[in-house]
């Protein structure tokens, strides 16, 4: 029986030492996340679609990823490339592999991804529109393993054939099929892994990286500006849902951005915010504090800005950003204690310190309430102040002076 005991006590104090490293063992992984890299054209470990039937294909594009990394709006001009010759994604084809009885189980974990009902695949993917990532792109990818999407934070190479949302977000691999969410952490917390197939490809750079944000779900993106894969500085306008035979060219590369650029309002934004939007366009921001025109203004919100919104500015110009300090509320004031004054002689009949005989204060307020913030602490009638009364300098026994007071299907070509 004490050997049972003893066997107990053990087993809680590991138990509680485990507890104990837990929160350490937690911190030191936050850092970083996981992210398999999915090379071009590599083939899916468990795919929904199998790559052989030929839902899509990757395209091979050359030089070194488009933008500059980080998060990226999903209706950001030259963030997804087009081509209208090759087929890079059959929708129609995708719509009939999922509503196929055999792949049932399929389709409800698909749906399942998506958020959708089985019923509304369809109706879903008809929306979708076919684009080329021109940057390596992180998402949350999933597998279908043992009946299940099976999800896992993936890095997508550029060229990869994907299917985007009227949000801008990618949501399938064109070519197996399988379903993509967004990438729930910041770029720079991705540790990205190259293994087997997926191995490390030439025009990997890490700043390069950049995750797709959607747009608000009140602005959905009516049309994407892509660039033309085929055609050297050239663009195409692809409308939304559409599968490239609507695409119109455009007069500009949409990736080549102008030199000047018009400078949004952001104040009344949080600071945060408003550094985004106007880095996203290209600007150096500084920030500077500063009271509100009102109560209302909250610490962290932009007051004002320099230059104006609307004025046209080159890129990489500085926006300076007045923001509301944080601490004491805007319009209120800190209170502060008396100034110190030297003490002047008994016979001027003064107290510089506080209030005499005749109720003077030189330091603030009189037994009245009177604020003599705005009176001449060394100037009272006579060269002192009366018992009864003080003129200018002050109040007297309530009484002051008026000089002493202050006061946002088919089949498919892409």
Same mark, same amino acid.
């Given at each position: 029986? &004490?050997?049972?005991?003893?066997? &107990?006590?053990?087993?809680?104090?590991?138990?509680?030492?485990?507890?104990?490293?837990?929160?350490?063992?937690?911190?030191?992984?936050?850092?970083?996340?996981?992210?398999?890299?999915?090379?071009?054209?590599?083939?899916?470990?468990?795919?929904?679609?199998?790559?052989?039937?030929?839902?899509?294909?990757?395209?091979?594009?050359?030089?070194?990823?488009?933008?500059?990394?980080?998060?990226?709006?999903?209706?950001?001009?030259?963030?997804?490339?087009?081509?209208?010759?090759?087929?890079?994604?059959?929708?129609?084809?995708?719509?009939?592999?999922?509503?196929?009885? =055999?792949?049932? &189980?399929?389709? !409800?974990?698909?749906?399942?991804?998506?958020?959708?009902?089985?019923?509304?695949?369809?109706?879903?993917?008809?929306?979708?529109?076919?684009?080329?990532?021109?940057?390596?792109?992180?998402?949350?990818?999933?597998?279908?393993?043992?009946?299940?999407?099976?999800?896992?934070?993936?890095?997508?190479?550029?060229?990869?054939?994907? !299917?985007?949302?009227?949000?801008?977000?990618?949501?399938?691999?064109?070519?197996?099929?399988?379903?993509?969410?967004?990438?729930?952490?910041?770029?720079?917390?991705?540790?990205?892994?190259?293994?087997?197939?997926?191995?490390?490809?030439?025009?990997?750079?890490?700043?390069?990286?950049?995750?797709?944000?959607?747009?608000? *779900?009140?602005?959905?993106?009516?049309?994407?500006?892509?660039?033309?894969?085929?055609?050297?500085?050239?663009?195409?306008? &692809?409308?939304?849902?559409?599968?490239?035979?609507?695409?119109?060219?455009?007069?500009?590369?949409?990736?080549?951005?102008?030199?000047?650029?018009?400078?949004?309002?952001?104040?009344?934004?949080?600071?945060?915010?408003?550094?985004?939007?106007?880095?996203?366009?290209?600007?150096?921001?500084?920030?500077?504090?500063?009271?509100?025109?009102?109560?209302?203004?909250?610490?962290?919100?932009?007051? *004002?800005?320099?230059?104006?919104?609307?004025?046209?500015?080159?890129?990489?110009?500085?926006?300076?950003?007045?923001?509301?300090?944080?601490?004491?509320?805007?319009?209120?004031?800190?209170?502060?204690?008396?100034?110190?004054?030297?003490?002047?002689?008994?016979?001027?009949?003064?107290?510089?310190?506080?209030?005499?005989?005749?109720?003077?204060?030189?330091?603030?307020?009189?037994?009245?309430?009177?604020?003599?913030?705005?009176?001449?602490?060394?100037?009272?009638?006579?060269?002192?102040?009366?018992?009864?009364?003080?003129?200018?300098?002050?109040?007297?026994?309530?009484?002051?002076?008026?000089?002493?007071?202050?006061?946002?299907?088919?089949?498919?070509? =892409?």
């Amino acid at each position: 029986m &004490r050997q049972l005991r003893g066997i &107990r006590r053990g087993v809680a104090a590991l138990t509680a030492i485990l507890i104990g490293l837990a929160p350490m063992t937690t911190g030191c992984s936050v850092g970083k996340v996981g992210v398999k890299a999915v090379a071009r054209g590599a083939p899916a470990a468990a795919p929904f679609f199998e790559e052989a039937l030929g839902l899509g294909a990757d395209i091979l594009l050359d030089g070194a990823p488009a933008l500059e990394g980080g998060t990226k709006q999903g209706d950001k001009p030259g963030l997804y490339g087009g081509s209208r010759k090759s087929r890079s994604c059959l929708k129609g084809k995708l719509v009939r592999f999922l509503k196929d009885p =055999a792949n049932h &189980r399929k389709a !409800l974990e698909w749906a399942k991804v998506q958020g959708i009902d089985v019923h509304e695949i369809e109706k879903f993917v008809k929306k979708l529109t076919p684009v080329v990532l021109r940057n390596d792109t992180l998402v949350k990818n999933h597998d279908f393993k043992k009946g299940k999407a099976e999800a896992f934070d993936a890095l997508l190479e550029a060229g990869i054939a994907v !299917l985007v949302d009227m949000y801008g977000r990618p949501v399938v691999k064109c070519s197996c099929g399988n379903p993509l969410g967004v990438f729930a952490y910041d770029v720079d917390r991705a540790d990205v892994h190259f293994e087997g197939t997926n191995k490390k490809w030439k025009a990997y750079e890490k700043e390069k990286v950049v995750k797709v944000e959607p747009v608000p *779900e009140e602005r959905p993106v009516t049309a994407y500006e892509l660039v033309d894969v085929d055609r050297k500085g050239a663009g195409l306008e &692809r409308p939304a849902g559409t599968d490239g035979a609507e695409d119109e060219p455009l007069p500009d590369d949409p990736d080549a951005e102008p030199a000047e650029a018009g400078i949004p309002d952001v104040t009344g934004k949080p600071v945060q915010e408003a550094t985004r939007i106007l880095e996203d366009l290209g600007f150096e921001v500084r920030t500077t504090e500063g009271d509100g025109p009102s109560d209302s203004a909250g610490p962290g919100t932009v007051l *004002e800005q320099s230059p104006a919104a609307g004025e046209q500015v080159a890129r990489g110009s500085t926006v300076t950003l007045t923001v509301a300090r944080s601490g004491t509320p805007s319009g209120t004031e800190s209170p502060s204690s008396s100034p110190s004054v030297p003490p002047t002689d008994d016979s001027a009949g003064t107290d510089a310190g506080g209030t005499d005989a005749g109720g003077t204060d030189a330091g603030g307020t009189d037994a009245g309430g009177a604020d003599v913030g705005g009176a001449d602490a060394g100037t009272s009638e006579g060269g002192g102040a009366d018992a009864g009364a003080s003129e200018g300098g002050g109040a007297a026994n309530g009484a002051a002076d008026s000089d002493g007071s202050s006061g946002g299907t088919g089949d498919d070509q =892409a």
